[in-house]
DNA sequence: CGTATTTGTAACTATAATAGTTACGAATGC
DNA sequence: GCATTCGTAACTATTATAGTTACAAATACG
């Protein structure tokens, strides 16, 4: 399945920068599509997915920006995992296989009851670490806004 | 990660067609591609793949073909999945995040841990599947060669 | 109010992965 | 030797993802 998207990674990156900010002032897309090097509007897509499932806000305008709708410990990769690429990481055949032959007429349904089992096993191991999790293992010295205003200023980005 | 490929599920698709065929008789890439709806050569890459997993053998010449290199039993979907995959399905940023910015600049590192645990856990998951019990599954009516020639015939392809 | 700013989204291009195709040398059974 | 089949290279086609530009709608603030 490689080939796949990024959007997973770049969304948790994104959740960080927002947990980060600790949820007092709103963050611009273009502040976080910095972090991530990417363009803005790949950022406001993503967020887009995210506020979809709750898992953010975001306010047009002046003042305007993305914080977090819970919070950190509150969200988990699973949910994540979830608003982004709607729980599904394996892929069936492309073309369908011919029905006349027992294994091509019936192995779509076999292979999906198995995907679904491993699509389960991969929710259950993401559902264990939340986006605060990240944040804290990011790096001890560097702590969040909230903690240290001074450190937080100077890591900023 | 769906944009992924679907050389896992047509790598298993393949396996069941050489576990039905029961080891007897090699089965040629024409005849899978057939039940696979594709050109012979992406099955021929697949098995490529299976061969260099020691899964199949292959040969060429008039009475060449593919069987499978053990019983059905003893191979998992693990086996496929890393054959196949290499044993990755998930995937960091495109470009490198801003390195000047502490999440930009450790979030790799982070995330890189996380998804090898998500990773093991789908092996897990898959370790728990055989070729064989695909087999069983495809069609309680519908046994594989070994067991009645005349229905395979009826079924084959 | 009007202006500056920022989101949301459409429309398009670019990049990269995957699949499909054609072709042919090498291997092999008959 | 000859027909057949694999392995593989080289190419095209298709699709997904990412990146870009542009602009309407929302909103803060003077």
Known sequence: MPGGSSRFAVAIHVLTLLARAGGDAPVKSDRV???VNTNPVVIRRILCALAAAELVTSQSGAAGGSRLARRPERITLRDV????????AFRLHRRRPDRR????ANIEGVLGGVLDETNAAVERALARTTIADIVTRLQPCAPPARASARAATRAKG
Chains 1, 2 share one sequence.
């Open 101 to 104: 032959c027992v294994v091509g």
């Open 33 to 35: 599509a910095a972090s």
């Open 81 to 88: 995992y979830r608003a982004i690429e709607g729980g599904d």
